[in-house]
């Protein structure tokens, strides 16, 4: 294990150095190797895929720009992912304030929520099958829109993209122990909320 | 914080099976015991079995090319964009905002340094008083005879910065005075120094023209000084109206607009007070403005 993230790392090493001497073909292959982590990053933000498309281009061509500032200090990942949720972040807040996401959801009456909790079975029962229908799945997206930036950010980086406490500590630039403690009170928000959907 | 408070925070890593043997013992302890703390794991369990379970979506498959053709079209300003970014942070991600009121703050702090520091207005003036000899240096275009003639004289009439006290109130019973007057030949000032005046307005701009008086001993003698400065601002005398005793006189100027800004300022430089002698004295006329020329009375009073 330690062998293959070792080269991981090196492989992006050459990469990036590669793309520093002006090689585009180079940084093709780190869009390439990290496209879809940074478009699902980028969906879970903004909950629409146009808009993820586009998001997940800005991170890129962000990442880009500054690559000659980039001097391995960490590895490319973990500063890809950092420029992400920044750009995510900064993305949601805009959108947020432009009551984006209440037409996606947010702003459901209560006669919306109460024809949603009438169609759906007892979680009880077969929570597993249930989870993965979609109609969960917009529960479950809706939940984390609502979620504020830190909170959201968190959840995103461990629960959706599976990163560990450690490289999370890195992108986010905290303490290992308020990861997990930011991450513990995001799950609690959106555990709440699918209760009261659910339940 | 109460013993399920307590259990409850390690839910996260348990789930995650990060917990020693000893603290799960405790955990998995007060679950058996405990009906709602089993609820709420339940519910933390489908949680993040939701959050792990949502889907992963593809991007398009021509993704890669369009973030190609994304960078190359980056707009030209965009660099210059993040290169102002830049500038002001160590990061790539810096918010823009704080390096920009940095700059603007600097730029304040060197406004407010520019007007309220009387060393760099004064500084010039100083220096062509003690010198005498040098009072053409750089001054006048010598095609113009009455400034040729104005400069000889006022070289006569100021030989020394010693002379030059003559005319001159002390310091200590000057009223708004800060250094002995001397009415130099004019300087030319660069071109820079016009803009900067414009740019910056100094306290003799923002005095206005209708607020100039100049204490001194020897009221005519400042006067006549300050006539044969115009010719050499493009300016002329317009009016002239003085007292019986001679001991205070009134002059109208009419000068350039560009010229305005710099006659003031030396004016105020060598000692003119921004506000009236008192009741009794008339005040001068108002400043009019004719299009690029303005009108400056200039109150001339005894040292009192």
Redesign the interface.
Known sequence: MFCSVRSETDEDGQLVARTQRGDRNAFDALVEKYQKKIFNLAYRYVGDAEEANDLAQEIFTAAYQNLKKFRGDSKFSTWLFQIATNRGKNRFKYLKRRGYFVNKGMGENDDERDSQQRSIPDVSTNPETLLAGKQIQKIVQDAINELDPDHKEIVILRDIEGMSYEEIAQVLHLPEGTTKSRLHRARMVVKEKLKRVLS | MNECERIC?F???LLDGQLDPQTEKSVRDHLSQCTGCRE?LK??G???????????????PD??A???L??SS?PPN??IF?FFR?VFSA???MPLPVGVSALALIAVLGLVFYNHVPSLNATTGLTSARQPASHTQGALSSGVNGVTVAQRQSDNRFPDHSQARSFLPSPSTAVGLQRPYAMSAPRSHTQSSDVKNRLFPTRADVIGADNLTVESPSVQNAVNSLKKMLPGMEGRLIDEKSREDMHEIVIGILIPSSSYGRLTKELINHGAVEAGAGADIVPPKRADTEGNHVVLHVRFVSRR
């Open positions: 925070n839910f996260g890593e709420d519910w933390l489908i949680t993040v079995q939701s959050l792990t379970g949502l889907e992963k979506l593809a991007p398009p993704f890669v369009q973030v190609r994304r960078i980056s965009n660099a993040q830049n990061s790539p991600y």
